[in-house]
């Protein structure tokens, strides 16, 4: 029986080419939105621009760097700006308040890494309280950190009566100087919070690919019940990952809170969506159980890059809203036909296999002393 050899590799070709494409979509899309910005803007690869690029990247990257593991689970949060703002609150009246204690008539005024220990603490006790709500009583983590995001940006608005903390610099006689290198500071180049988001970037990858527990992550994601029959202590993995995620967006308030040398209870606005918009990117399947650190960081380049693009080409803040949301439907339904796709694909070879061909084409099966040639037509 003959084959269209020619027609095979054409078909093989195709499928190899969109497969690569779907996979590599977030470095495609970067490359895209670099080499466009680059021509229609003068200044865009300027120094100058790339520092202030380099830290919006930081501090989306770190906040979809816990993202990420939330949406491995098939999970969400919402209140990724709204816990940055309430964290930024809590730094700011740490430095220009201090703590009063009542009761012995004085006020502590705790060191700037006191500052910082403190409000990753009050950040991972919001993720806790939003994995403990999701587990033990069943609620969807749509509703809890929807929930999550009035209660932080209310508690923000409290913390100084819906005023700002402003000149967060301390003073050295009180010991607490120091607060804006950590969004200004620089080695060797480059910003603290970047290299912040490439050490929890390292350290998220070794989790999710070399620990149980990254392992645990993805089969909540891919089959929660089978999971559970394989021993994995599902609700305290749920809870630890919404865990890592209140402590990176604590890291983010803390960050904008150093950048700006103050700290507003409106802060973080839409935050949460910048950060989904970079795991989905990415390749992380809001269905749970795929994606990746290294595709979600690719994706926060994406989204920083279109952010500070949009700017320097004088692009209105409301056509900005418009262009992010589109890119976020888009990624959303490059993510549905990618998993559609590869099932598709992988049925596709599992019958190829099963039929004796690879790729279409005939393989040799020895019988007895003589080799016959055998050929099964399949279908594209």
């Known amino acids: 029986m003959a084959l269209d050899i020619s027609g095979r590799l054409k078909s093989t070709t195709r499928t190899d080419v969109l497969e690569f494409l779907l996979l590599g979509r977030a470095y495609v899309a970067l490359l895209l939105v670099l080499g466009v910005f680059a021509v229609l803007t003068d200044n865009f690869l300027s120094t100058g621009n790339l520092a202030i690029m380099g830290r919006h990247v930081a501090i989306n ?26 964290v930024g609150m809590i730094a700011g009246s740490l430095i220009n308040n201090g703590i009063r204690i009542e009761s012995l008539d004085v006020i502590l005024y705790p060191s700037i890494p006191m500052v910082v220990i403190i409000c990753l603490i009050c950040g991972a006790l919001l993720g806790l309280l939003n994995g403990t709500i999701i587990t033990r009583f069943g609620v969807a983590p749509f509703i809890t950190t929807l929930g999550m995001f009035y209660i932080a940006r209310g508690l923000a608005g409290l913390t100084n009566n819906g005023g700002t903390f402003p000149n967060l610099v301390g003073r050295p006689e009180l010991g607490n100087t120091g607060f804006e290198r950590i969004g200004t500071g620089t080695f060797l180049g480059l910003g603290y919070s970047i290299w912040i988001m490439f050490a929890l970037a390292i350290v998220a990858h070794i989790v999710l690919t070399r620990r149980p527990f990254g392992r645990h992550v993805y089969a909540i994601g891919g089959n929660p019940r089978s999971a559970k029959l394989s021993g994995v202590r599902i609700n305290r993995t749920t809870v630890m990952v919404y865990v890592i995620g209140g402590l990176c967006y604590a890291t983010v308030g803390l960050i904008l809170a150093s950048q700006l040398r103050a700290s507003h209870p409106a802060s973080g606005n839409l935050y949460e969506l910048n950060a989904i918009a970079a795991v989905v990117l990415g390749g992380t399947s809001l269905a749970g159980g795929r994606g990746s650190i290294r595709g979600t960081i ?5 989204i920083g890059v279109l952010s500070d693009g949009l700017v320097l080409m004088g692009v209105s803040s409301f056509w900005q809203m418009v262009i992010k949301g589109a890119v976020i439907v888009v990624a959303l339904i490059l993510d549905q036909y990618q998993e559609r796709f590869q099932e598709r694909v992988a049925l596709q ?5 099963e039929n004796g061909t690879a790729n279409g084409f005939p393989v040799q099966t020895p019988q007895g002393d003589e080799e016959e040639e055998v050929t099964v037509a399949t279908e594209d």
């Open 61 to 86: 990257g770190i906040a979809a760097i816990g993202m990420t593991f939330i949406i491995l689970t098939a999970g969400i949060d919402l209140g990724v700006g709204s816990v940055a703002a309430l």
């Open 349 to 353: 070879r599992r019958d190829e296999n």
């Open 298 to 302: 690719i994706g926060a380049f994406v």
